[in-house]
C-alpha cells in the first residue's frame, strides 16, 4: 500500500472540461444568487425550507434561511477546490504506483471536479425550486427531483470507478 504522505506530488494542469466543468457550475450558482437579490423583496416571509423525499414542501422557513442554502453551496464548493489541488491526498487502490501516479491524480481530480459542480448546480435548482414555490410561479420539480439529484451525483462516481479500474 502507498502511504498517502509518501505519494509524489505532481502538478497536473487543469483539462479543458474541467475548466468547462468550473465555468458552467459557477456561473449557474451565480445565476441562482443573482436570480435571489433580484426578487429579495418580493418573497414572503416564509419560503420552503425543506422538502420530503418526493419533493413536496414538508417545512416552511424564513426567507432568510435561503442565505443558509447560498452559505453551504459555497462552503461545499470551497472545500472541494482545496482537494481538488491536493489529489496525492485522495484515496486509492493499493495498485497505484510512481509509474501511474499522474494517471489516478488526474482521474481522481477530474472527478472531484465534476462532482463539486455539480453540487453547485443542485444548490442553484434548490434556491431557485424554493423561490419560485414562495411566489407561487411553480410548483417546483415535484417526484422528478430526487432522482435527477441521484443520478446526477451517482451516475459521474460510477462512470470514475469504471475508468479508475482501467488504470493499469
Same mark, same amino acid.
Do not use: Q
Given at each position: 500500500? @502507498?502511504?498517502? %504522505?509518501?505519494?509524489? +506530488?505532481?502538478?497536473?494542469? +487543469?483539462?479543458?472540461? $474541467? %475548466?468547462? %466543468?468550473?465555468?458552467?457550475?459557477?456561473?449557474?450558482?451565480?445565476?441562482?444568487?443573482?436570480?435571489?437579490?433580484?426578487? %429579495?423583496?418580493?418573497?414572503? $416571509? $416564509? @419560503?420552503?425550507?425543506?422538502y420530503n423525499a418526493v419533493g413536496e414542501v414538508d417545512r416552511w422557513g424564513s426567507k432568510m434561511e435561503l442565505l443558509i442554502l447560498l452559505a453551504v453551496g459555497l462552503f461545499t464548493f470551497v472545500m472541494m477546490q482545496v482537494f481538488e489541488r491536493f489529489p496525492e491526498m485522495h484515496n486509492y487502490p493499493s495498485r497505484m504506483n510512481e509509474s501511474n501516479a499522474e494517471q489516478f491524480y488526474l482521474h481522481s481530480r477530474k472527478l472531484l471536479n465534476q462532482l463539486k459542480n455539480i453540487c453547485l448546480i443542485i444548490f442553484a435548482l434548490i434556491l431557485v425550486e424554493s423561490i419560485s414555490i414562495a411566489l407561487g410561479w411553480w410548483d417546483g420539480f415535484g417526484v422528478w427531483f430526487m432522482p435527477i439529484i441521484l443520478g446526477g451525483t451517482f451516475i459521474p462516481i460510477i462512470i470514475g470507478l469504471i475508468r479508475q479500474s482501467k488504470i493499469k
Open positions: 500500500m @502507498v502511504n498517502n %504522505w509518501n505519494r509524489p +506530488k505532481i502538478k497536473i494542469p +487543469k483539462t479543458t472540461g $474541467e %475548466w468547462v %466543468w468550473d465555468i458552467i457550475g459557477i456561473v449557474i450558482y451565480l445565476c441562482s444568487v443573482f436570480f435571489l437579490i433580484f426578487v %429579495w423583496n418580493t418573497l414572503p $416571509e $416564509e @419560503v420552503p425550507a425543506h
